[in-house]
């Protein structure tokens, strides 16, 4: 079973900026397009960014403009770059990649925004 690893997670003020990380293997970085979700306790899991092989990206009317989903084909790492953090946003992000009917999901990375 291939895995994604996800790291970046952690506590951050009001405003401030975190950046997450998924690391995939090969195969999955060449042929799944990848995603970001989040979940909280009040809310189900829901998609906040998606980006293809070739880097076309897409995002949660939520987040426009204070998010970006980018990627590094050499090293198999996606990244969520998160701006102008709020309360709003804090939640456990997963990384999730998708190719035809198979799914993979990331153990998922908690962000908490706190002064």
């Known amino acids: 079973q291939e895995q994604l690893t996800e790291r970046g997670g952690g506590l951050v003020q009001p405003g401030g900026s975190l950046i997450l990380s998924c690391t995939a293997s090969t195969r999955i970085f060449r042929q799944y397009e990848m995603h970001w979700y989040r979940q909280t306790s009040e809310k189900s899991r829901e998609l906040v960014a998606g980006i293809l092989s070739g880097g076309v990206a897409d995002y949660a009317d939520s987040v426009k403009g204070r998010f970006t989903i980018f990627r590094d084909n050499p090293t198999r790492i996606m990244y969520l770059q998160m701006d102008k953090m709020k309360s709003d946003v804090a939640a456990v992000y997963y990384c999730?990649?998708?190719?035809?009917?198979?799914?993979?999901w990331g153990q998922g990375t908690q962000v908490t925004v706190s002064s």
């Open positions: 999730h990649a998708q190719f035809v009917a198979d799914d993979i």
